[in-house]
């Protein structure tokens, strides 16, 4: 084999990589950003049920109160998991963007050589 043709095929395998990398960090960020969605509408202030009676009405907003927060802690540890989750897939598909610029650059010196 040549260096030309070994070089094209290590810039195919680094593409498919770097299609992967990309791949993954595309489905981090989707999940991230739904769990953000999540904690936002629980967030938002519920509206108070107008036609029940105030202790009835009470009891219904603490209840609510009471589940939101503990909901709110979980999206936010999950949060936390997929932002660091975020964060690797982001490295890993920069580390393969380099390698094919890399490889690019490789082949168009070995293209000006000959």
Do not use: C
């Amino acid at each position: 084999m040549t260096k030309a043709k070994d070089l094209g095929r290590l810039a195919e395998v680094a593409q498919l990589m770097l299609d992967h990398r990309l791949g993954r960090l595309h489905s981090a960020a989707a999940e991230l950003e739904r769990s953000r969605a999540q904690l936002a509408a629980i967030n938002r202030a519920a509206r108070p049920a107008e036609d029940l009676a105030p202790v009835i009405a009470e009891k219904v907003a603490l209840t609510y109160d009471r589940w939101a927060e503990a909901r709110r802690s979980e999206l936010n540890l999950v949060i936390a998991r997929q932002t660091a989750g975020w964060l690797d897939a982001q490295s890993d598909a920069q580390g393969a963007f380099g390698r094919v610029q890399a490889l690019q650059g490789l082949a168009e010196r070995l293209k000006a050589r000959r």
